[in-house]
């Protein structure tokens, strides 16, 4: 599942420490682009979106390389912040 912290203790998703850890070792662009690229694999593309977004290598590149993932509507799994989840579609966590 998707989603930053949820509970009374702020407690961090598994996708946030998975983000944490891509922003500390700083991944080759075209390790994340590969990320982007997945078909098969909806979370970690998920990751590489909202990482893509917030490293934002060149600026003009950021919105090309998300634009194919808005005609992605597969289902992913949120948590919000009081603990319950919800689907979001990838289209929707990428805009």
């Known amino acids: 599942y998707i989603g930053f912290t949820y509970g009374g203790t702020r407690k961090p998703t598994p996708f946030m420490c998975v983000m944490q850890k891509l ?10 682009k590969l990320y982007l690229d997945q078909k098969e694999y909806k979370y970690l593309r998920a990751v590489g979106a909202l990482y893509w977004r917030i490293v934002g290598f060149p600026a003009k590149d950021v919105y090309g390389f998300l634009e194919p ?26 805009d």
């Open 23 to 32: 922003l500390q070792i700083q991944p080759d662009p075209t390790v994340v």
């Open 69 to 94: 993932l808005y005609a992605d509507y597969r289902k992913l799994r949120y948590r919000d912040i009081d603990g319950s989840f919800r689907i979001v579609r990838m289209d929707e966590w990428v």
